[in-house]
């Protein structure tokens, strides 16, 4: 484990109505001019990967900060922690994902004031955490080539609350019977505004158009 | 949809104890000869694509069958039904996981009575599925080399509660930066005595080391 790496444990929300609760930290974070990208996608499909190549991209233009949630265990945290931002570890003590209140736990023992943009890696799951809205400005999922185009399918609320889609893994595509169009169509059906992004966060292909939807939301967050 | 495929939504247990309803399950199970599978995996592992080159493998010396446990789809279902086994699609209703009730439910619907081997793909997740004991004779896990080796560090119970680890996929291992030392140490850290099968259903690679798991298996369910 990292020197300093925090981890804290989240406890689930006592407020019945999550919902009101998320739309309230949301407003708050509107207020302070802090992004929150609630980051989800399956195990193994490359979130930590794809952040890390992201901090070090954007890292001298904005304030960064990530909160790692897991079940148990903080090798992202101490894989984030190298790229010198300050990150958290989330424990969700055995929950499949975040809630708005135990996203305000994290935000605030991370101390998230004054950044720019806050990263919440999300459980390693494609259905429980798309169920509970965390309070995020926006919702990011990723899918990796090798889990397969017909996912969209299989777990249509995901592709449903998210705002943009990465495709990750695209060095790969040789190797497996990825269908792209096939996922653009089926994702499409679910959620008609989707933006769907391939990318390579090993190779770096597709990666600046990935950078300048963050940074346009980024922007847009704090402008509007 | 295949016609005659067969979707039942099951709907969670009403009994507070699912570890005795799945105990008295397996009872059952095991009084009929019924050896019953219960496989996980993370969504995109390889589940469907494994049970296919399984079935192909195995439908002229046993009696087989499959329930499909998804949340809303039945492509599974579809692609099984086309191997000719017997199969029903299972719909969770937006649970990610199932008990031993839901699992009960479905095989009543299927029609299990006369099959050597029942098996229950569950929903493609590492959490939940891992914290019901659904009353299967033996847990399967398989773990996919795209997911990475970290897997048993970071979702451990899931590997605690399996009998068995196929690592699937492993004709793209040159692709990937999966260690497979550090898998298996990672996961007999968690669990000493997990069985660990490498193999490819694509290429048939380790496919007969896992095939004679399963066959003895089966055998010893009957003959104990």
Redesign the interface.
């Known amino acids: 484990m990292g020197e300093g790496l925090k981890i804290i444990e989240v406890k689930q929300s006592i407020l019945a109505d999550n919902d009101m609760d998320a739309q309230n930290l949301r407003k708050e974070l509107k207020a302070k001019g802090v992004f929150l990208l609630n980051l989800m996608s399956?195990?193994?499909a490359g979130k930590t990967t794809l952040l890390k190549r992201t901090i070090a991209a954007l890292k001298d233009e904005m304030r960064i900060a990530v909160m790692e949630a897991?079940?148990?265990?903080d090798?992202?945290a101490a894989a984030i922690a190298q790229t010198g931002a300050k990150v958290i570890q989330l424990h969700t003590g055995?929950m499949?994902h975040l809630d708005a209140s135990m996203t305000r736990q994290g935000l605030q023992a991370l101390g998230a004031d004054g950044c720019d943009l806050v990263v919440l890696e999300n459980?390693?799951?494609?259905?429980?955490p798309a169920?509970f809205d965390t309070g995020a400005s926006k919702n990011a999922v990723i899918l990796?080539?090798?889990?397969?185009h017909?996912?969209p399918?299989?777990?249509?609320?995901m592709f449903q609350v998210a705002n943009v889609l990465l495709i990750s893994?695209t060095?790969?595509l040789p190797?497996?019977d990825f269908d792209m169009e096939a996922l653009k169509k089926h994702a499409h059906y679910r959620n008609p505004g989707l933006e769907i992004l391939p990318l390579s966060a090993r190779t770096g292909d597709g990666f600046d158009a990935w950078l300048d939807w963050l940074r346009g939301a980024v922007r847009d967050w704090k402008q509007q």
């Open positions: 399956s195990p193994g897991d079940i148990d265990s090798v992202d055995g499949c459980v390693g799951n494609l259905v429980c169920e990796s080539v090798p889990e397969g017909d996912k399918q299989k777990y249509p609320l893994k060095d790969v190797y497996f």
